[in-house]
T-cell receptor, first 114, second 114 residues
Framework: AQSVTQLGSHVSVSEGALVLLRCNYS??????LFWYVQYPNQGLQLLLK??????LVKGINGFEAEFKKSETSFHLTKPSAHMSDAAEYFCAVTSGGATNKLIFGTGTLLAVQP | GAVVSQHPSWVICKSGTSVKIECRSL??????MFWYRQFPKQSLMLMAT?????????EQGVEKDKFLINHASLTLSTLTVTSAHPEDSSFYIC??????????FGQGTRLTVV
């Protein structure tokens, strides 16, 4: 069985500050891990993905995440927050393949203060 | 990245009527698509797995007769909410899986039953 835990349902940062959104996973098989972003009344957009290659993954909009097996973590970071980063962020895990379900975390709402 | 188109973006219907939502993969074939429901400020709840040419697989607690899923081709899955009631009002999102398990999402459909 697989699961994802996102610590912090709300995170608030100042514009220009570091963004850190936490995600821990549980998986009995090697996981594939993803971060998605959702803007109000829209679908989810893929930010980045880990699929057993490099442990430091770079995504769109300046985001990156590091897969740490020893900590079962896949935290999302961005060095400098922008107002346009304000959105809901979801971490997700799957065991891979085109027919396997994605298991989502509960989401973290990121607010960026001017 | 791959594109998934969902239509309509929003719909208002009267209680007791049925509503059909379409999900299309525009530039790739998807043997499997997924339908999610999202309540305000919550994560995505998987409703069912839509399999091309066969019956959908529903998650526990999801009424098969209320949420009819058809996946008649490799690029189209439909969700029909039958005899809709106000409690069915929600944001419905579809996704299609890529080759390594990453999900490409539609824009979502805001359903309001009055």
């Amino acid at each position: 069985a697989q699961s994802v835990t996102q610590l912090g349902s709300h995170v608030s940062v100042s514009e220009g500050a570091l963004v850190l959104l936490r995600c821990n996973y549980s998986s009995s098989v090697p996981p594939y891990l993803f971060w998605y972003v959702q803007y109000p009344n829209q679908g989810l957009q893929l930010l980045l993905k880990y699929t057993s290659a490099a442990t430091l993954v770079k995504g769109i909009n300046g985001f990156e995440a590091e897969f740490k097996k020893s900590e079962t973590s896949f935290h999302l970071t961005k060095p400098s927050a922008h107002m346009s980063d304000a959105a809901e962020y979801f971490c997700a895990v799957t065991s891979g393949g085109a027919t396997n379900k994605l298991i989502f975390g509960t989401g973290t709402l990121l607010a960026v203060q001017p | 990245g791959a594109v998934v188109s969902q239509h309509p973006s929003w719909v208002i219907c009267k209680s007791g009527t049925s509503v059909k939502i379409e999900c299309r993969s525009l530039d790739f074939q998807a043997t499997t698509m997924f339908w999610y429901r999202q309540f305000p400020k919550q994560s995505l709840m998987l409703m069912a797995t839509s399999n091309e040419g066969s019956k959908a697989t529903y998650e526990q607690g999801v009424e098969k007769d209320k949420f009819l899923i058809n996946h008649a081709s490799l690029t189209l899955s439909t969700l029909t909410v039958t005899s809709a009631h106000p409690e069915d009002s929600s944001f419905y999102i579809c996704s299609a899986m890529g080759q390594i398990g990453e999900a490409f999402f539609g824009q979502g459909t805001r359903l309001t039953v009055v």
